[in-house]
């Protein structure tokens, strides 16, 4: 699968990423009246994405500072998070969770 090509199937997720992360961390600041300027403003801080499919919100979380667990209900798709998140140097707790 070619989630973590922008220009591949997954291309609107892509497009749309830097909207939730903006919202996330305008959300964030507001909340924990945090410092609009860090880069790690989510330090301190746990994640969960539910149905994180290959990890396109996890991993910018994590490196926003955040531990992040990502779960999905398709073991390939976790598979897929799992090989990317270690490729980027980024630890990520990823878990296949059905109902």
């Not at 539910?50 to 990502?70: D, H, K, N, Q, S």
């Amino acid at each position: 699968h070619d989630w973590w090509d922008p220009k591949g199937s997954s291309a609107m997720l892509h497009k749309l990423n830097p909207a939730r992360l903006g919202y996330i961390r305008a959300a964030v600041d507001l909340h924990w009246d945090g410092d609009d300027t860090s880069f790690t403003p989510l330090a301190g801080k746990t994640a969960l994405d539910v149905g994180c499919g290959a990890g396109l919100l996890c991993e910018p979380l994590a490196r926003l500072g955040a531990a992040v667990t990502g779960i999905d209900a398709a073991a390939e798709n976790i598979a897929v998070a799992q090989v990317h998140a270690a490729e980027s140097g980024l630890t990520i707790h990823y878990r296949a969770v059905g109902l």
